[in-house]
């Protein structure tokens, strides 16, 4: 499970982060809630634990545009804003918890795992970056809502990057029977078909590849070392 932690309290955002990677969860953590709109996008991510009082945009607005945009995100808000009025207005937003300040680490990490028991992210097959959606349990795939054709490799190549949620995976990872320039094909064929609904398949030289969204609008040409 994928965990973006949204909280501008640096000092709290630290001991969340530290707390959470002891326990073997991938995390992330941003300060601002129109860079966090952004990061859950791109994809890639099972849970938010949000704070209300954000610069950019406030948690009460990113969890309304969550689930506006049916993102697969489970949301806990931890604020300090402990009001039963404030509590009732979060969860009808659409937050699975609500968790107020101060609070103990152990607490957080009880309450998102049960989160993740009650709505089942925990087994969820489906994964997101941007408008591609791929369910390994049907080994479906669509982009801008429709349908992706792939063969089994050009599957195995786009989930691992996918997964990635935009992190650079080595090129070893995508190696199919020890070839790496059949790895190269198959990142030329899924390029173009990305690129029209504003994914890019970013080359990071003598490492791998990263996915990126750029927003919906298509991709410039990259050119020299961006290409396989």
């Not at 009082?53 to 406030?58: A, D, I, N, Y």
């Not at 054709?149 to 599957?155: A, N, Y």
């Not at 995976?169 to 790496?180: I, N, T, W, Y």
């Not at 990305?194 to 750029?214: D, M, N, P």
């Amino acid at each position: 499970m994928r965990v973006l932690v949204v909280e501008d309290d640096v000092e709290l955002a630290h001991g969340m982060v530290t707390h959470l990677q002891a326990q073997g969860v991938a995390v992330e953590a941003v300060d601002d809630g129109e860079v966090a709109r952004r990061r859950l996008a791109a994809g890639g991510i099972d849970m938010a634990l949000i704070d209300v009082g954000l610069p950019g945009l406030s948690g009460y607005e990113l969890v309304r545009g969550i689930r506006a945009d049916k993102l697969p995100v489970a949301v806990i808000l931890v604020t300090a804003r402990d009001a039963l009025s404030d509590r009732i207005y979060g969860l009808d937003l659409g937050a699975d918890d609500y968790l107020a300040k101060p609070f103990e680490l152990g607490e957080l990490s009880a309450r998102m795992r049960a989160v993740a028991r009650r709505i089942g992210h925990l087994a969820r097959s489906e994964r997101v970056f941007g408008p591609l959606k791929m369910d390994a349990e049907d080994h479906l795939a669509t982009l801008s809502g429709e349908p992706m054709t792939l063969t089994g490799r050009e599957w195995a190549v786009l989930a691992a990057l996918v997964e990635s949620g935009g992190r650079t995976v080595p090129k070893e990872r995508l190696v199919a029977d020890g070839s790496a320039n059949a790895v190269e094909v198959y990142i030329s064929r899924l390029r173009p078909r990305l690129e029209v609904a504003g994914l890019v398949i970013r080359s990071v030289r003598g490492f791998g590849y990263r996915l990126e969204f750029r927003g919906g609008a298509p991709a410039p040409d990259a050119g020299g070392s961006a290409n396989a």
